[in-house]
């Protein structure tokens, strides 16, 4: 929760993460500093969602690279055309988190994705997973599971601190 708060602090540019950070300075021995600048490292203003956030961190947290966020895909005329949640640029592979409010209320919402994911592998090359509510604040590692598959990651990942 810390770090998609901050994240959205930081996003509508009410905090900036490096003041934060001095701040932190200041208090250098009190409880949770060392978990707040831990937080501060994380954060990444161009998050758009809690979702977001917690996705990322559940990369991060497994020992995952941390991925790029707000990839945007443009066509040759440098048009926007899709800005995927998160990404690993060099795979051309992302992870979106797919909120119930926008992503899941209904059939419509939920083939809308499965036909923008479809052409975005067929324009650019990309492959885009999405995860829901449920996979993402669920207590099982299957996000980050199937992540390092599709990565082809060999090490083993780290347990969640959280």
Known sequence: MGLAA?????????VDPRDVDRRL??????????RARG???LCEPATESAG?????????????PAPTVQV???TPDGRERFRLDT???????????DGDEF????????????????????????TSVGFTSANV????????????EMMGWTRPLRRRRW
């Not at 994705?113 to 990309?126: A, H, K, N, P």
């Open 6 to 14: 901050l994240d959205a602090f930081a996003h509508a540019g009410l």
């Open 25 to 34: 300075d200041s208090i250098v021995g009190q409880r949770y500093t060392a």
């Open 39 to 41: 937080l501060v490292q």
């Open 52 to 64: 977001e956030s917690w996705l990322r961190l559940r990369f991060v947290d497994s020992g995952l």
């Open 72 to 74: 945007s895909l443009r």
């Open 87 to 97: 990404g690993f640029e060099a795979l051309r592979l992302a992870a979106e988190y």
């Open 103 to 126: 992503h899941r209320r209904n059939a419509a919402q939920v083939r809308a994705d499965e036909l923008r994911r479809q052409e975005i592998l067929d324009t650019f090359g990309w």
């Open 137 to 148: 604040l669920g207590a099982r590692p299957a996000v980050e599971q199937v992540m390092a």
